[in-house]
C-alpha cells in the first residue's frame, strides 16, 4: 500500500461522518470502541484497511489479504457488547496480520495491547471478557471455552 492511498484512508476517515450500517463501509483508517480508536498495522508496519461489513454481522470480524491487508467487522457484534470486549476482538483481528493464523497467539497478542493502552489495569478489569469467552464452544482452530479464557488470562499475567 502506498503512501498517498495511506494519506486519502486518514483523510476520509476524518471528513466522512458516520453513517448508519447497512451497507459495507471503508476502507477506514480506524474504528472507535468505546470511545477508543483502533487501528491495525501489519508486523512490516502496513496499515490495515478496515471495513465495516454487514454480511459478516454473525462473526466478530474476519482478517484477510487480498493482495493488501484488511479487517472486516460485523456491526451488529460491536453494538452489542461492552466496549473492552468489543476492543480486545478488534486486536484480534488486528494480530492475525501479525501472528498469522494462530488463534492463541492472537488472543495473547490482543490482551497483551488491552493491558499496554492502560484498558486494563487489572486482572479483575478482564473478567466479564474472560467469562465469555468461558462460554464458547471450541472448534478445529480454537481452544473450547474454558480453556481459551485461561490460555488468555495467563497471557494477560505474563
Known amino acids: 500500500m502506498n503512501r498517498s492511498f495511506i494519506l486519502a484512508i486518514l483523510l476520509m476517515a476524518l471528513l466522512l461522518p458516520p453513517l ?41 470480524g474476519v482478517a484477510q489479504n487480498n493482495g493488501y491487508p484488511i479487517i472486516r467487522l460485523g456491526p451488529g457484534f460491536f453494538n452489542s457488547v461492552p466496549p473492552l470486549v468489543g476492543q480486545f476482538w478488534f ?42 469467552i468461558s462460554q464458547m464452544p471450541g472448534s478445529y482452530t480454537h481452544l473450547p471455552g474454558p480453556a481459551r479464557a485461561q490460555n488468555i488470562f495467563n497471557c494477560l499475567m505474563n
Not at 459495507?24 to 496499515?47: D, E, H
Not at 484480534?92 to 488463534?103: M, P, R
Open 20 to 60: 448508519p450500517v447497512t451497507a459495507q463501509q471503508g476502507p477506514l483508517a480506524y474504528v472507535t470502541i468505546g470511545g477508543q480508536p483502533m487501528y491495525c498495522v501489519t508486523s512490516q508496519g502496513q496499515q490495515v484497511a478496515i471495513f465495516i461489513d454487514p454480511s459478516v454481522n454473525q462473526f466478530i
Open 91 to 132: 486486536l484480534h483481528e488486528c494480530a492475525h496480520h501479525s501472528v498469522g493464523g494462530n488463534e492463541a497467539l492472537a488472543d495473547c497478542f490482543a490482551i497483551k495491547n488491552l493491558r499496554a493502552l492502560g484498558a486494563i489495569q487489572h486482572p479483575a478489569q478482564a473478567q466479564q471478557l474472560l467469562s465469555m
